[in-house]
């Protein structure tokens, strides 16, 4: 079983950035396919990006293409998600996740090991 743990997140004016983490613990973290979702109030859950075991493959949704970064450092096992140019429509609850059983990167349903969540609140 997979520990994850966020934080980083804040309230944060428009145009600001934010940096959230992912700590995890109880295995090898290089060996999970791993993702950032998001819930905003009163909406679905979406995956805003995900990153291979490698790190050199990613996802972005697209409307955070060009503005957010996943990165991991498995010798800290910990994965981070730059978040730059913060919209509004950014605000939500940040959940970082593994897929406990390889299904592929973009098989969003298959991430079955969730941490509790980071709030992010883009506001003026």
């Known amino acids: 079983q997979v520990q994850l743990v966020e934080s980083g997140g804040a309230l944060v004016q428009p145009g600001g950035s934010l940096r959230l983490s992912c700590v995890g613990s109880?295995?090898?973290?290089?060996?999970?396919?791993m993702a950032w979702f998001r819930q905003a109030p009163g909406k679905e859950r979406e995956a805003v990006s995900a990153?291979?075991?490698?790190?050199?493959?990613?996802y972005y949704a697209d409307s955070v293409k060009g503005r957010f970064t996943i990165s991991k450092d498995d010798a800290k096992n910990t994965m981070y998600l730059q978040m730059n140019s913060l919209k509004t429509e950014d605000t939500g609850v940040y959940y970082c996740?593994?897929?406990?059983?390889?299904?592929?990167?973009?098989?969003?349903?298959?991430?079955?090991?969730w941490g509790q969540g980071t709030q992010v609140t883009v506001s003026s």
């Open positions: 996740a593994v897929q406990t059983w390889p299904s592929g990167l973009l098989a969003f349903d298959a991430y079955d090991n």
């Open positions: 109880g295995t090898i973290f290089s060996r999970y396919y």
């Open positions: 990153i291979t075991t490698t790190g050199l493959n990613t």
